[in-house]
């Protein structure tokens, strides 16, 4: 039997278990593997098309990323920024010179009247990935942030405010965005497809995986799907692992646990992975999904990554014999 994973993926967290994937794909361990990325946090910079998850889903499965950062190419200059700050350009979004190649004909393709789609999956085959990459969706579908210091852009909140303003409500989506045919086509058709599970990678629910759940079709299509619906909880002993996860949680009145994981996805979760560590939490956990599974979620290494996608596939196939 065939195995299929369609996982829905944000920046750093969710790219590192997509590696995992990508790494059981390549050893022939995995059939097929679908990513569809976050784009909430797309945006236009220089005059140029920034597409911060994609780029480091695409960077990380490429084995070109910047362990330090978790984000970015490793082996990086900053020579174009530098020359920017001189001439008193824009530099608080920072580009390194590789990196700008990737932007640079991301934005020419867009204008030769390619899809992000298209565009996306050229990147993957040019870097050899074997997993199709895909976004969310083709048009503009901006996340913005409304703070105690207005309504920002969410790179404005997120990377020049640092995320220091207080978090009071998130807004998902442009007018008439849609989700992405094949992110559709994945969930509605999953069960006909031999699909083995949905999976959403430790990605921070707020800003990665709620404006996926937001396009049109997405969060209702994963409810009642017959296929299992898994998630790995980004919380472990009361914190996330990056990025402000935990700060907006708090803001938004949220307990900072695993058990709000659960309870924010109840309406279509199958399984939720929490760590090994958070073991006590699993009673309070059950009361919002049917199933809970225990694993070493923290990845630091290579091999963590690989560990723990080889226990989401165990669990997953597992589950779709029972669902």
């Known amino acids: 039997m065939s195995t299929r994973i369609l996982a829905l993926c944000g920046g750093v967290g969710g790219a590192k278990l997509a590696f995992g994937f990508e790494s059981l794909l390549k050893a022939k361990l995995l059939d097929e593997l679908l990513i569809t990325v976050n784009t909430g946090d797309d945006f236009e910079h220089l005059g140029l098309t920034i597409c911060p998850d994609l780029d480091t889903v695409t960077y990380t499965?490429?084995?070109?990323?910047?362990?330090?950062?978790?984000?970015?190419?490793?082996?990086?200059?900053?020579?174009c920024m530098e020359a920017l700050r001189q001439l008193g350009g824009e530099d608080w979004f920072y580009l390194g010179d590789k990196d700008l190649a990737l932007h640079l004909e991301r934005t020419r393709l867009l204008k030769s009247g390619w899809?992000?789609?298209?565009?996306?999956q050229h990147f993957a085959e040019r870097l050899g990935i074997?997993?199709?990459?895909?976004?969310?969706?083709?048009?503009?579908?901006?996340?913005?942030?409304?703070?105690?210091?207005?309504?920002?852009?969410?790179q404005h909140y997120f990377v020049r405010e640092r995320c220091e303003p207080v978090l009071k409500s998130l807004e998902y989506g442009g007018e008439n965005t849609q989700a992405n045919p094949a992110l559709l086509e994945a969930i509605c058709g999953a069960e006909d497809a031999g699909l083995t599970a949905i999976v959403i990678c430790p990605s921070n629910p707020y800003l990665s995986v709620d404006p996926l759940l937001a396009l049109p079709g997405v969060r209702d299509g994963l409810a009642k799907t017959k296929v299992p619906v898994i998630a790995v909880s980004p919380i472990v002993g009361g914190q996330a692992l990056k990025g402000p996860t935990a700060k907006i949680m708090k803001e938004l009145g949220v307990e900072v646990s695993s058990q709000s994981i659960a309870a924010h996805y109840r309406d279509f979760l199958d399984c939720l992975i929490i760590d090994r560590g958070d073991a006590s939490e699993s009673e309070a956990v059950a009361s919002y999904v049917p199933h809970i599974e225990l694993a070493a979620t923290v990845m630091r290494i290579d091999q963590d990554k690989l560990a723990l996608a080889g226990r989401v596939l165990d669990i997953a196939k597992t589950l779709n014999h029972i669902k």
Not at 65 to 79: L, P
Not at 134 to 148: K, R, S
């Open 115 to 120: 899809t992000l789609t298209q565009v996306s």
């Open 61 to 79: 499965l490429a084995g070109m990323v910047n362990t330090k950062t978790g984000w970015g190419r490793a082996d990086e200059s900053a020579h």
């Open 130 to 154: 074997h997993a199709q990459i895909i976004p969310m969706c083709d048009e503009p579908a901006p996340t913005l942030v409304h703070t105690t210091a207005g309504v920002l852009p969410f």
